[in-house]
């Protein structure tokens, strides 16, 4: 089987498909049958026959503004003719200097040291890096233990992977990891149904406390959160969890860290989850929608004292963080991150979400009736709903992938529940369209 039918080279010879080996495929079933996007333009993908599918995804979270925006296309092809490529190491290039300035001013005051790395993973494991530098630079090099959630999704890099809880991204593997307990996951029954945050499970924030007094606070290097977790199915916060676990890093000298590389740039109704919560961590990871998904990019914004901390321990003179990536900052990125910068603030992307977020939780919820559809969940333009098990876990939620495809729509799955993201740009009727389609394909369920 090479299933080579479906791709043609450019010049029109047919592509065998068994060489690109795809992540998180089912790469034997995906050869028998292909699902292929051949071209893109706002919040509608096209297949090679030209059938419009919607995107109910923003891609994977990555674009907001919409597919195909003519000012990114070109900034970045103006930048390549400009400036290709130098190194972060050692040579600056000016729109690095000028992004990181933009990022910060989205930040909470404070979090004003951008780090540029090239994915959510790389995000994750350079903060993860940083937290420990930080510690060793004030003495307390025992701080190794990271502390992360339970149905977590932090990437897949070997230090993502130890925070993330989700079972089969870590025993494929079997190997040791960095040394992370988790706490529970927020998902509660009494929550069911909840628009926005949650009014139950606050005190889950205690488990942060117990692994504090069985490891020694003393002994835990940083909290990893996504402030709402967003892959494993859109899990909102409970009213007051993240102020609660705030404190309690406080109390014991623990670094926060929001993982925001969903939640980021607007998903939330504000510019970061941050902003929406009300609740300032040291760190914030972000990626995705950094360059509105035209180019591979991600960062960590980083407090100033915890830079400082960083910075003020090397010797005058010398490398203060051995870290990096040859990608990093690289000036195409900066340039596509710019460009989508201005579309975000030009077109007040943000405050659309907000605004938009009310319809399209209506439409959401209104699902609420179909017997099948066990729990709605949903802030911003962001929106999960579960689909009661049928058959072996997963199952049904495959299947509703896939018949949403073949209907039209492309959503993002995983397990039995539905993560919706919407473009910001999207319009009323388009929501309509893409909630209408999920009522009969649940109902055909
Ligand atoms: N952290 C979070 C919260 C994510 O959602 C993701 C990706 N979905 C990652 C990290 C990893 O990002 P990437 O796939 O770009 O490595």
Same mark, same amino acid.
């Given at each position: 089987?090479?299933?080579?039918t479906?791709?043609?080279?450019?010049?029109?010879?047919p592509?065998a498909?068994?060489?690109?080996?795809?992540?998180?495929?089912p790469?034997?079933?995906?050869?028998?049958?292909p699902?292929?996007?051949?071209?893109?333009?706002g919040v509608?993908?096209f297949?090679?026959?030209?059938?419009r599918?919607?995107?109910?995804?923003?891609?994977?979270?990555?674009t907001?503004?919409?597919?195909g925006?003519r000012?990114?296309?070109?900034?970045?092809?103006?930048q390549?003719?400009?400036l290709?490529?130098?190194?972060s190491?050692?040579?600056?290039?000016p729109r690095?200097f000028?992004?990181a300035g933009?990022?910060?001013?989205?930040?909470?005051?404070?979090?004003?040291?951008i780090f540029?790395?090239?994915?959510g993973?790389?995000?994750?494991?350079?903060?993860?890096?940083?937290?420990?530098?930080?510690?060793?630079?004030?003495g307390?090099?025992?701080?190794?233990i990271?502390?992360?959630?339970?149905?977590?999704?932090h990437?897949?890099n070997?230090g993502?992977?130890?925070?993330s809880?989700?079972v089969?991204?870590?025993?494929?593997f079997?190997?040791g990891?960095?040394?992370?307990?988790h706490?529970r996951?927020?998902?509660?029954?009494?929550?069911r149904?909840?628009?926005?945050?949650?009014?139950?499970g606050?005190?889950?924030?205690?488990?942060?406390?117990?692994?504090?007094?069985?490891?020694g606070?003393e002994?835990?290097?940083a909290?990893?959160v996504?402030?709402?977790?967003?892959s494993?199915?859109v899990?909102v916060?409970p009213?007051?969890?993240?102020a609660?676990?705030?404190?309690?890093?406080d109390?014991?000298?623990i670094?926060l860290?929001?993982d925001?590389v969903i939640?980021?740039?607007?998903?939330?109704?504000?510019a970061?989850?941050?902003?929406?919560?009300?609740?300032?961590?040291d760190?914030i990871?972000?990626?995705?929608a950094i360059?509105n998904?035209?180019?591979?990019?991600?960062?960590v914004?980083?407090?100033?004292?915890?830079?400082?901390?960083v910075?003020?321990?090397?010797? &005058? %003179?010398g490398?203060e963080?051995?870290? +990096?990536?040859?990608?990093s900052?690289? !000036? @195409?990125?900066?340039?596509? /991150?710019?460009?989508a910068?201005?579309?975000?603030?030009?077109?007040?992307?943000?405050?659309r979400?907000?605004?938009?977020?009310a319809?399209?939780?209506?439409?959401?919820f209104a699902?609420?009736?179909?017997?099948?559809?066990t729990?709605?969940?949903?802030?911003?333009m962001?929106?999960g709903?579960?689909?009661?098990?049928?058959?072996?876990p997963?199952?049904r939620?495959?299947?509703?992938?896939r018949r949403?495809?073949? &209907? %039209?729509?492309?959503?993002k799955?995983? +397990?039995?529940a539905?993560?919706?993201? !919407? @473009?910001?740009?999207?319009? /009323?009727g388009?929501?309509?369209?893409?909630?209408?389609?999920f009522?009969?394909?649940?109902?055909?369920?």
């Amino acid at each position: 089987m090479d299933g080579s039918t479906a791709i043609k080279a450019r010049d029109g010879t047919p592509v065998a498909m068994d060489n690109h080996w795809m992540p998180f495929t089912p790469n034997r079933a995906f050869r028998a049958e292909p699902a292929i996007v051949a071209r893109a333009e706002g919040v509608h993908y096209f297949d090679p026959t030209g059938r419009r599918i919607l995107d109910g995804s923003s891609g994977l979270f990555t674009t907001p503004a919409g597919h195909g925006r003519r000012e990114i296309a070109e900034a970045v092809g103006r930048q390549l003719m400009e400036l290709d490529y130098t190194p972060s190491f050692l040579r600056g290039h000016p729109r690095a200097f000028e992004l990181a300035g933009r990022i910060a001013r989205l930040m909470p005051p404070g979090l004003d040291r951008i780090f540029f790395a090239n994915s959510g993973s790389e995000a994750v494991d350079s903060a993860m890096k940083i937290a420990l530098a930080y510690h060793r630079a004030r003495g307390e090099g025992q701080r190794q233990i990271f502390v992360s959630r339970e149905r977590a999704y932090h990437g897949v890099n070997f230090g993502g992977v130890a925070l993330s809880g989700m079972v089969n991204n870590r025993r494929t593997f079997g190997i040791g990891l960095p040394s992370a307990v988790h706490m529970r996951h927020t998902h509660i029954p009494e929550n069911r149904f909840s628009r926005g945050e949650g009014e139950h499970g606050a005190d889950l924030a205690e488990d942060l406390a117990r692994v504090a007094a069985t490891h020694g606070g003393e002994s835990i290097a940083a909290v990893f959160v996504e402030p709402v977790a967003g892959s494993t199915g859109v899990l909102v916060p409970p009213k007051g969890y993240l102020a609660r676990l705030r404190e309690i890093c406080d109390r014991h000298g623990i670094l926060l860290v929001f993982d925001e590389v969903i939640t980021g740039f607007g998903r939330t109704g504000r510019a970061f989850a941050t902003q929406a919560f009300g609740v300032t961590p040291d760190l914030i990871t972000m990626a995705k929608a950094i360059t509105n998904g035209a180019q591979p990019m991600s960062a960590v914004a980083v407090k100033r004292a915890v830079c400082d901390v960083v910075m003020n321990a090397a010797p &005058e %003179g010398g490398v203060e963080l051995f870290h +990096g990536y040859t990608w990093s900052a690289h !000036p @195409a990125a900066c340039a596509a /991150a710019l460009a989508a910068l201005d579309i975000y603030e030009g077109e007040l992307l943000f405050e659309r979400a907000a605004q938009m977020s009310a319809y399209f939780l209506d439409q959401l919820f209104a699902l609420r009736d179909i017997p099948i559809v066990t729990d709605i969940r949903g802030i911003g333009m962001l929106g999960g709903f579960d689909v009661a098990p049928m058959g072996n876990p997963g199952q049904r939620g495959h299947l509703l992938q896939r018949r949403l495809f073949e &209907e %039209g729509v492309h959503i993002k799955t995983t +397990g039995d529940a539905a993560i919706v993201a !919407p @473009a910001f740009v999207m319009e /009323a009727g388009e929501i309509d369209r893409m909630c209408e389609t999920f009522r009969t394909v649940l109902k055909a369920l």
